[in-house]
Nanobody, 126 residues
Framework: VQLQASGGGLVRPGGSLRLSCASS????????TGWFRQAPGKEREFVAAVRWNGNSQKYGDSVKGRFTISRDVAKNTMFLQMNNLKPEDTAVYSC????????????????????WGQGTLVTVSS
């Protein structure tokens, strides 16, 4: 499985961006994908994840209510709609995938994911 993230850029505080993650592999019902981010000098942080079967979702505490994860099964693509962006959202955002569909409680654990794409940089600054 190859993953390609895109959609990053420079945005002002309060603005919005939509990230995409295209998958080259099969997206069967046993498939889950997630977004993680890493800011300079900080540890990797879980952002959001979704199961492709049933659309169960999980969000990191810092993005709840502002970010929305979704997937388009026909296009093998996952999206992250980011609204009300804050300077602390500045980071490289990477997408990840797994066929070992984790339970909801562990969807935020990067060890659950076997495939990782290159990141896309999001900069929130005035």
């Amino acid at each position: 499985v190859q993953l390609q993230a895109s959609g990053g850029g420079l945005v002002r505080p309060g603005g919005s961006l939509r990230l995409s993650c295209a998958s080259s592999g099969r997206t069967s019902h046993n498939f889950a994908t997630g977004w993680f981010r890493q800011a300079p000098g900080k540890e990797r942080e879980f952002v959001a994840a979704v199961r492709w079967n049933g659309n169960s979702q999980k969000y990191g505490d810092s993005v709840k209510g502002r970010f929305t994860i979704s997937r388009d099964v026909a296009k093998n693509t996952m999206f992250l709609q980011m609204n009300n962006l804050k300077p602390e959202d500045t980071a490289v955002y990477s997408c990840a995938a797994t066929y070992r569909v984790p339970i909801i409680q562990t969807m935020g654990d990067p060890a659950q994911y076997d495939y990782w794409g290159q990141g896309t940089l999001v900069t929130v600054s005035s």
